[in-house]
């Protein structure tokens, strides 16, 4: 039976690095992808990603096994992503009118109407995923965390409240919010949701690849070895079978998972070997185990 992540987190409190190095493992993935959606670049997501690490590896021993531990580190994550400083996407203080301007652009241009001929399907997912991460900086930061938590990672109304620290009731109000302001921007927009709507993701990628803001060699946040994308063709067979509301949740879980290159791990070896008393505080020493600290 395989260890659970709490025996692990137990481990290492008392003194364990290789327990220790297994719980970062296991939570890497899930804040850096809370990271991404919040913050739109990967390098700003990474940054982020190792100061919510390191918060949740000098705090360990706050944690009091009254829950799962990866809503505890959720919770730490949410706390760090509502104050940590904007990034660079983020600055730009884009707003659903401002999407609206840029499309207005894209179609006086005639850029929906000269498409670009067979474009490489990567880059239209890689186009799509970049037109979903844009939409959630509309929101604030609050909202923004409680679309991603609600509609993308699928918490429920009472996880998600203890992540935010507020109620269920509220929760499921805010979260409410954010889907309708993102579901009817792109119900009046994108040509996913409604075939007669202009906006095309094809169309939207001749203007980045005019202006150089998509780089067709290298994808930002579609890797060519993430596995076979969904097909725009596949995405609109889909939602149609779905409820409205359903199809925003369709929409943002259509892009190839969310993965980092960077194993935190050997941050952890870091810190343990400077900081060893803050990380672990007073560890219970087992003479005869050799992964324990010594």
């Not at 739109?40 to 190792?50: C, S, V």
């Not at 400083?85 to 652009?105: C, P, S």
């Not at 203890?162 to 921007?185: C, D, H, N, T, Y």
């Not at 060699?217 to 097909?231: E, N, W």
């Amino acid at each position: 039976m395989e260890t659970t992540t709490e025996q692990l987190v137990r481990e290492s409190l008392k003194g364990s690095r290789e327990a220790l190095e297994e719980v970062v493992r296991r939570v890497q993935g899930s804040i850096y992808a809370l990271a991404l959606r919040m913050l739109f670049l990967p390098a700003d997501a990474e940054d982020a990603t190792q100061e919510i690490l390191i918060k949740v590896i000098t705090r360990l021993k706050t944690f009091r096994f009254e829950g799962p531990f990866q809503h505890w580190v959720m919770k730490v994550a949410a706390n760090h992503l509502k104050t940590v400083r904007k990034g660079r996407v983020e600055k730009r203080d884009l707003t659903l009118e401002k999407a609206q301007e840029l499309l207005d652009h894209a179609e006086a241009m005639g850029w929906f109407s000269s498409q670009p001929e067979a474009p490489e399907p990567i880059l239209e997912v890689e186009i799509r995923s970049a037109c979903a991460q844009a939409l959630l900086l509309t929101l604030d930061r609050n909202h923004r965390l409680a679309f991603v938590l609600g509609v993308v990672m699928d918490v429920s109304s009472r996880e998600g409240g203890f992540i935010l620290e507020i109620s269920p009731a509220a929760f499921r109000k805010r979260l409410s919010r954010a889907r309708q302001r993102v579901m009817g921007f792109l119900t009046a927009n994108c040509g996913l949701f409604n075939e007669s709507n202009a906006c095309r993701c094809s169309g939207i990628l001749t203007g980045h690849l005019i202006r150089g803001w998509i780089n067709p060699q290298q994808p930002l946040l579609t890797s060519r070895s993430s596995g076979k994308p969904m097909a725009n063709a596949t995405l609109v067979a889909l939602m149609k079978e779905l409820e409205e509301l359903e199809r925003v949740s369709a929409f943002y879980k259509s892009s190839p998972e969310i993965k980092d290159s960077v194993d935190f791990t050997a941050m952890v070896k870091d810190l343990v070997e400077r900081e060893a008393s803050l990380v672990f505080g007073e560890p219970e020493w087992d003479n005869g185990n050799s992964s324990k600290l010594h």
